[in-house]
C-alpha cells in the first residue's frame, strides 16, 4: 500500500499540471494558417482603413508565435509579429508591427481569450500603454484585436481589429 501511495505521489510530481496541460491545449488550436479582413487605425483620432491579412501561426505546449502581412489600400503593407511565451498561466511576450518599435505583452487568458497589456516603445496616443487581445472564435477563427485609449476623450477605441479564419 505504501509503495502504491509513494509511487503516485513520485508520478504526480513529474506529470503536467491540468492548468498547463489547458494551456498547451488552447494554444496549439491556434496553429496554422489564417487569413481575413479588418480595419486599422493609425492614432485613435484617425478614420478607419480597411485591411486584408495573412498570417500563419506556430504553437508549442508553452509559447505562440503570429506571423504576418496586413495591407491596406493595394499599396500600404506591414508586417506583424508577436511572440508569447506562458509560464504558469502568465503571458509574456513582444509585439513587433507598430512604428514605435518592438513592444512588450504580458498577460493571461481567460477562456478563449489571451488579454495583454502593450508597453509601446515609444509614447503613442498620449502613453505607452494599450491592450491586445487574441481571441479563439470557434474551432477555425480567430480575433486579434487592439484598443488604446484615446487621450483626448479618455475612452478606450478599438485601432484595430482583425478577424481570421483558417485556411
Known amino acids: 500500500m505504501k509503495s502504491t501511495a509513494a ?19 488552447f494554444l496549439r488550436s491556434l496553429q496554422g494558417k489564417f487569413s481575413g479582413k479588418g480595419t486599422v487605425r493609425i492614432r485613435t483620432n484617425t478614420p478607419v482603413m480597411n485591411i486584408s491579412c495573412t498570417f500563419t501561426s506556430d504553437a508549442t505546449a508553452n509559447s505562440l508565435s503570429l506571423d504576418g502581412t496586413c495591407r491596406a489600400l493595394l499599396i500600404m503593407s506591414r508586417e506583424i509579429r508577436a511572440d508569447l511565451k506562458v509560464s504558469g498561466g502568465k503571458y ?4 513587433i ?7 512588450g505583452l504580458s498577460g493571461s487568458r481567460k477562456g478563449d481569450a489571451i488579454d495583454l497589456d502593450i508597453h509601446w516603445a515609444k509614447i503613442v496616443n498620449g502613453d505607452r500603454d494599450a491592450e491586445l487581445t487574441v481571441e479563439k ?3 477555425d477563427n480567430m480575433r486579434m484585436t487592439v484598443t488604446d ?7 478606450m477605441v478599438v485601432t484595430s481589429r482583425i478577424d481570421l479564419k483558417r485556411s
Open 7 to 25: 509511487m503516485l505521489a513520485a508520478a504526480c510530481l513529474f506529470c503536467p499540471t491540468g492548468a498547463h496541460a489547458d494551456e498547451a491545449a
Open 137 to 139: 472564435v470557434g474551432p
Open 97 to 103: 508591427g507598430s512604428r514605435s518599435g518592438p513592444a
Open 149 to 155: 485609449m484615446d487621450p483626448a476623450t479618455g475612452k
Open 92 to 95: 509574456t511576450g513582444t509585439y
